[in-house]
């Protein structure tokens, strides 16, 4: 339901039936379970498209406590969320703790799916918009987009 909502950019009422979508698997599950992770990650993705990346970054910190707790450093779960929070992190200006927890999931996702795996390619574009602000690498797309990379020499 919270992403039919949200397909139709309704990023409130999504937020809200994401709330009630929590507090069932809080109900059912407890609040160390990997699908209460999800709805807060998910709910922290309502909040940073409503403007409230603070909220955002709290709710995303608590999905990152309980998937680290659950699958342990070493998982891409745990590695998307660290992407996730380095994304709310920087759009609060906390540039060093936002790279911290990029260069982390980077390493993660190098280590368990590789470095051409699309969630890879994704976290370093990230690191390159915390370290070079206005700097976009190439679209992973076809047809391109962004500032082309300048060769090296």
Known sequence: MANYAANLDDALRAL????????IRRGLHG????DTAMSLNTLATYADA??????AL?????????QHELFGLRHPATAKCLHNTAGYL???GKTNEAYTQAQ????????????????TL???KLICRIKRPGFRLPSLRKGGGGKKAKPRK
């Open 122 to 124: 994704s976290t370093a």
């Open 16 to 23: 809200e039936l994401t709330e009630q979508s929590l507090a």
């Open 104 to 119: 982390a999931a980077y390493d993660l996702f190098r280590q368990l799916i590789g470095t051409k795996h699309p969630q």
């Open 58 to 66: 709290d709710l995303a910190q608590q999905g990152l406590a309980i």
């Open 31 to 34: 609040d160390r379970h990997p």
């Open 50 to 55: 409503l403007g409230d990346q603070q909220r």
């Open 90 to 92: 920087l759009k609060l």
